[in-house]
Every structure is written in structure tokens, then in C-alpha cells.
């Protein structure tokens, strides 16, 4: 059949407001999750699981993070890294200093510290906004890297803070093999992304967007300020918690702060920024294209200008290319890869009878 | 008139504000009583909309005192207003332009949900039935002034009319016991002004919600206001029945000599 | 005592050159509404511009490579860059985000950041290079002899650059046509264009002389510490210098500079040594950030109350 919502009607107000109300995106949503799910892991070699498909859902989840703080509740940040750093050495540092710490647990308490912290560096928040606050959240930034090098405690005495992710084993199981890491992640994230998807499409992502569009009117509507700011605060630094959690002990196993530095939060800003800001899905096309677009450019480049021009000229080609991609994309399409996605929908439900 | 006029419900005295060197308000008095139509008219800059902000809690006046329903009120912000039943709109849209008419009327409901955000995170039960249990309620608000064709819509792209409409639709959707409208009506065409003139006598009516308006059209001030007071250089110079303050030298004056 | 005096003022001398960027940021914020993030990146693409026509001039033009004409010339070249650098800008980013909110614009400033910093390593290539003004930085010696207090030379000849460059641009801004109109654009866009002020030739002006300040401080930094990557890091340090000071106010950049130069180096000094050092790194940040709980609006700024 195909892509038409004329037929189906809503006849209650709950099948009014589902995350998929035309009934081919349903279904369009189930075989997306079925082939990540279930095709992916069986089909995929290791290198695709490890180099892209976990990095990516690692990296969806960091940029709902920020889309949450920044697209929703309109809070520039320039801090996320900061704030999956937090999440990394805390679940370290529960697990290693409590025995017998479920991993999930870990998981959970990693975001909820991630997210204290949050809260205080979103304190500045009541008083300043826009730019202000995004220097203000540099604060964050240097400060955490800073300290978790500084302070030997975080790392339990390693030199400059590095740590080794300990085995992740959930009810006796082990996850040793790329494909169980793989299917870990992906629950967790789908999880997490269903979650922030039901705030933002209830009232508490109408407080964020309210406060975002316009505070005196938020305010006058009887949102309290702070308390949907500090909120949007500590939601997004738990799931930027949980995804540098996440980035430890599923992805790249070894971590140091330093890794978490300013050019990774600026990664994760520009994953809103081209999937789409105030978007979830957004978060995910983002964060694909992110990942992708260096590997892509890795093996395209040298074709393209011989291979003569090294390493260097391919990563400062790279530099152009992303800052121009942001520039471009926010002159041309300020609403990201998501909205581009809706275009392009809107167009097939015409077709093929444009009108 | 079906509907009763109260007692005082607000009550402001010896109410100064001031931006750095600029007297917005000087010295002013006046209530509003429960159930009333009350306007508030006078010359541009003549502080109209500083003294709605005084009154919901967007300005603090630096002297005078407010009374609420008998009770003095401490320096009270927006949201505590809101709380006590204070809905608005104002002079320049203040919708949320991200989101659609139907988000932003149902912000207005914020006040009586009550689930907080793990319940909303997990959704199915007690978020998505209160959600719809509110949908009922502005549905019936959106029913009520007629813009069930755009629920739908981002505000952005309304025409200023219709923004001007949602705008009253959210307040509305608050159930609010006092409505402060700052200039609902500017920029609208005839129709547009019947139509709300309409809304607004009608909201008194069936509900009882004591208005507070503030209006530059005198035809439409003098036709559906209980009492009015008037403003010129953050002074009050006249306040009244229509009558009255029609027929006051001083606001005459005031008026001749402006541009109006 | 000495020695608390010799941190102080080596700090202060240092706020001047944090200042000196800041005044960049200043510049354009007052002129654009901008808030451009890529002030930092601008510094360093001048100073690699700089040593880079430095490195081949002598080669190109057949000249000692430590003749004056050589020194002049690429700093001329670089001028030129950073001139082309501010019209393409204008063009290419702004004028398309023109009425954009300020936020839309801060991020695509951060994306000509990475535009401009690839630009600069990909054609000048990302070796650290060191730059040599002429002057030692070694300590003042009659200060030594009598007073027992070591102030850079250095450190005083940048803080004489900063500070006259500081006095030029006020007195461009008071006294010359293109100045006049710049305020005039400062207060009100509106009004300025519809007298007939034309902007974007004001902007591209703006950007210039931005870019022209961006050399200076590029080269004062980069002769410091050398001319590589880590000077776009020292360049954010204007940012904590601006919210101290206000965006829009040139005296407030200086003092917040001398206010962020001063109390960095004696935190790193006093302070740093109980909690492992390396704080400069971020101190800045957190002073203005407690800074800004307390005041806002800045030293400078007035207090603003929303109009609804
Ligand atoms: N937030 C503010 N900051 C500074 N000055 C303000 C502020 N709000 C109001 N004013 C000043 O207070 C005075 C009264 O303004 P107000 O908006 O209350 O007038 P008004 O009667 O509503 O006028 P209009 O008919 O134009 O809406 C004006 O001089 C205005 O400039
Ligand atoms: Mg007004």
C-alpha cells in the first residue's frame, strides 16, 4: 500500500496523539527496529558493529542529551562532554569500589551523578541566557576535564587519568563479543530514546519548549522557571551521563578525560544542529552523519586528490567541511536532516498526485 | 445583566514603578471587583501595560501595595499569579512560535497537571489519561472560539488575528478567575473585533471571569467596560463608569491632546 | 611581598593581551549583534599567516629572512588575509543569517571556527612555529637592580601594543566618519540604515579591523608561546574577559582582561599548588561564571527588565 494517511481516521483523542499516527510510519518504525535490532547484529561484521553502528547509537544518545537542554528547553551548551566524562568515570568508580554493583545499576547511578552535576552547572542558568550561558557552561567543561585528571582518586591512581572499562556482565552473562555490546547498546539506547520522546510529547516538554520560545510568557502561564530549567539540566546530563557511560564500556573500552575535551562537544553540538534541533529522531540522523562523514571522507579524499597530501590535509579537509556543513545547514535548513526526512515525506503522500 | 458585580477582588494602592529614570506609574490606586469588566485606557507610554505587569507579577512596583482577595500580597512572581488564577495575553504575541496551536493551548492547562516527569517518561497510564483528560478540556476551549481548523498549525504561520485568538485560548485554558487582556483587539479588522468583543463578553458571562482589558477603541471600551480608568503619564487621571470618565475635563483634555 | 607584586603585575600585563582579543569580539559584537566565536581561530589563521609569508618571502623575493621589508611585507600579506577573510564572511555567513536569532548566529560562528582554523593548518601546515618580534623576554633590569621585582620587557612591550592600539581604535571611533557611523549602527540598526548608513559596508569594515586586532594579538601570543594550535584555547579566554566586562563595552574588555589576567596567575600561584596546578585552565571560566550569579549585566552593562 502505499504512504497515505487519507482513510484512517482518529477517533479518540489518545490515537490522536501516538509518536506514530499514520499507521505506515508504525510500520515503518517495527522494521527499523527489527533490522537494527535483530538483521544488524546477525549480518553485520565487526568492524561496521564496532567502528560505526555502536559509536552512532553512543552518539544518538549524547545528542538527545543536548537536544533535550538545547533543543527543547533552549539552553545552549557547550559542555556535553564534559558531562559523558562524568558519566564514564562514575560508573568506573562505582563498580569498581562496590562489589558486586549490577552493571545496570551502574549504568543508572553514572547518569543520576552526571546528572547532580548538571544541575549545578545549570544553576547560572536562572540568571543568564544565550551566549552567556554557553560560557558559562565552558566552566563545565574545562573544570571536569580538569578535575578528573587532577584528582588521582577518579581514575584509582592510573597516571593522567586513564581507565580500563571493567567486563560488562549483566545476570552472569559476559559481553565480550562486538554483536552483544551491539545488541546491549541499541537496547538501551531505544529504550532511553522512547523515554525522552514521551517527555517532550507531554507536558513536561511543553514546559521546555515554552521556556525555550518565550520565559516571561512561560513564567505568566505558571511554568516556574527554574524548576523546568534545573529539569532540562539534569535530564540532559543523565543521558549524556549514560552515553559516556555507555562510550567506556561498550565502545572504546579505554578512556581518559582528556578524550572528553571541547572538540567532542562541539561534535555532539553539530549532531543537532544537522539531524535537527528539538528533534529525537534528529538526534539519531545527526549522530549517523557525524560518524559517518569523517569515513567517508577518509576514503573519498585521497581518491579525489591523490594520496600525496597525508594524513594532515585530510583532518584539516575535514575541519572545512564540518564547519561548512553547519554553516550551510544552518543558513539553508536550520531544522536539520529531520525536517529535510519530513519534507521529504510530505512529498510522498502526494505522490503520485502532486496537486 | 445575569451576571453579579462582586466585592473588590484586586486591590492596588499607592502603586510607583520606575525603569532607572523613567516613572512608569506614579502614585496610582484603583480595584478591580469580582465578575467586572474593567478597562484600562490612555495614551501610548501611558503605563497600561506596566500596570497589568504589576498586577500578575512581571513588574515589582518600587512602592504601594496590592491586595489580593483581601489579603496584602509580598512581591509575587508571574507563576504565583498564575497560581492564584491570573491568565493573560499580551500587547505583542506571546505564543511559544515552535510549537503548534494545539501545544500551546494545552500549556495553559499546565497549572492543574499534576504528573510529574518520570510519569510523563513512561507515559502509558496515569500521563497519557490525565494528557487526555486535558485534550477534552481544550478541545472545548478551541470549540469555543472556533479555530478547531488549525489545532494543528505551528503559530508561526497563523495570521496575526488568529494569534491574537490562540493567544485568549490559552489564557482561557487555565480556567482563570481573573483575565488581564492587553490590547486584544489591535490590528484586527471590524469582523475580527466583533468576534472577539463577542469571546470576551461571553467569557464574563458564562464564567464569571472578572476581565481586566486594556483597549485603545473607545466605541468598543465605552460599549462593553463596567467601570474604567484612565492613565496619561503613569498618572491616573480619571476613573469611573463609561459615563463618567467620558465626561471628565481632564481625560477630555488628555485625549485632545494627542494624536487620538 | 616581591614576589606577590612581580605575579600581579605579570598578570596584569597578560590581561592586557586577553583584552586585546576581547576587543575583537567587542568590536564586532557592537557593529552585528554578532557573537563571534570565531575570534580565537582568527588570532591563530593571523599569526600562521604571518610566520607563513615569513617563511617564504625570502625565498620568493630572494631577501634575508630577518630584513625588515620581509617582516613588513608578510605582515601587510597577512592584513590583506584577514581583510579577505572578514568580506567573505560578511557574505557568506552573515548576510544569509542576517535577522537570524543571536543564537543561530553564535553557532555558525562556531562552525567558520572550524572552517577558518582548517583553512590556516591546511595551508600553512600544523607545525608549531615560533615568531620572533625582537624582543627578549627577559626581565626590565633597573627594576631588578632597585627594586628586586621582575617585569618582562616583553610583557610591558605587549601591554604598550595593546594599550596603544586601544587608544587608535577610540580615537577611529570618535573622530572619523566611518567611526561615527559605527556607533550610530551600535545603537540602532534601524535607525542607521534608514538614514542611509550603508551596513554592510560597516560590517565588512567591522570584520577588518577585527581581523586587523586579531593580528596584533596573534603575533604578541604567538612570539609568547609560540604560533600553534593551543593559541585558538588562549583565545577563549576572552570570553570569561567579555562577561566580566560586558560585550559591548571597550572599557569593559580592558578591565575584565586585567581583572581575569590578574587573578588567574595569582589563583595559579597561590591556589594551584593545594589542588595540583593547571588551573589557569580553567579559572577564568568559573570567576566569570560566580561572577555572574552575582551581577548579570556585567561591570558595565545596565540591568534590563524584559518588556512584555
Ligand atoms: N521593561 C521596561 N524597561 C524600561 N522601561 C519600560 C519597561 N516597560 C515599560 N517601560 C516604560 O514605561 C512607560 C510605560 O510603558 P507601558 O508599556 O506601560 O505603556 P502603555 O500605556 O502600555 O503604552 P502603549 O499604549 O504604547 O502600549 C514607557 O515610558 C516605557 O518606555
Ligand atoms: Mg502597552
Redesign the interface.
Known sequence: MLYREAGQFKA???ED?QIFPIRQDKIGFWVLMLVFGVAVPLLSNEYWLKAILIPVLIFSLAAIGLNILTGYAGQ?SLGSAAFMAVGAFAAYNFILRIEGMPFLVALVLAGLTAALVGIMFG??SL??K???L???T??AQ??IV?AL???PWFSNNSSSGVVTAQDVTILGYTFVTPESKYVLTFLIVALMAL??K??V???????W??V???D??????????MRTKL?AFA?SSFYCGVAGALYAYTYIGTVEPEGFNLDLS?KI??MI?IGGV?SIMGSFLGAAFIVLLPIFLDNVVPVIFGDSLGA??VS?????V??????FF??VE?HGLARLWQIAKEKLRLWPFPH | MARQIGDVIVDLQNISLRFGGVKALTDISFNVKEHEIRSIIGPNGAGKSSMLNVI?G?YHPQEGQIFFKGALRKKM???E???QGI??T?QNI??????TVL?NI???R??K?K?N?LQ????WGA??KE??AH??KV?EVIEFLEIQDIRKTPVGRLPYGLQKRVELA?ALA?EPHILLLDEPMAGMNVEEKQDMCRFILDVNDHYGTTIVLIEHDMGVVMDISDRVVVLDYGKKIGDGVPEEVKNNPEVIKAYLGTSH | MQFFIEVLVGGLLSGVMYALVALGFVLIYKASGV?NFAQGAMVFFAALTFVGFQEVLPGWLGLEADSSVVFWLAFLLAFIAMIVLGIATER??LR??VN?P???L???T??????????A??TW??NVRGLDLGIVDEPIAWLMDNYEIGVSKFDLFAAGVAASLVALLALLFQYTKVGRALRAVADDHQAALSIGIPLQTIWRVVWAVAGFVALVAGMIWGARNGVQFALTFTA?KA??V??LGGFTSVPGAIVGGLIIGASEKLAEVYVGPF?????E??FP??L??AF??VR?EGLFGEKHI?R?
Open positions: 479518540t483523542y489518545a496523539s545552549l544553576l547560572p540568571r543568564i544565550g551566549f552567556y554557553a560560557v558559562a565552558l566552566a574545562f573544570f580538569w585528571v587532577k584528582f523515554l525522552a514521551n517527555m510529547r507531554s507536558s513536561t516538554g511543553r514546559a519548549m515554552a525555550r520560545d518565550m516571561v510568557a512561560a513564567q505568566v502561564i505558571g511554568f516556574r522557571l529539569l535530564v562541539f553540538l553539530f544542529i528539538g594532515g590535509f584539516n579537509f575535514q575541519l572545512i564540518f564547519g561548512g556543513l553547519i554553516i544552518l543558513i536550520p | 500578575n512581571v512572581e508571574p507563576h499569579a498564575a497560581e491568565a493573560r499580551f506571546a505564543l511559544f512560535k515552535g510549537m501545544d494545552m500549556t495553559g499546565n497549572l497537571m504528573c516527569f510523563h517518561a513512561l507515559y500521563a497519557q494528557e487526555i485534550r477534552i478541545e490559552r487555565a | 557573537f557568506i555567513v544569509p543569517l537570524q543571536h543564537i543561530t553564535f553557532m555558525a562556531i562552525g567558520l571556527t572550524y572552517v577558518v582554523e582548517g583553512l593548518q591546511m601546515g600544523a577563549l570570553l570569561p567579555l562577561i589542588v595540583g596546578g593547571g588551573i585552565g580553567w571560566y568559573m566569570a561564571l555572574l550569579l548579570p524584559d512584555v
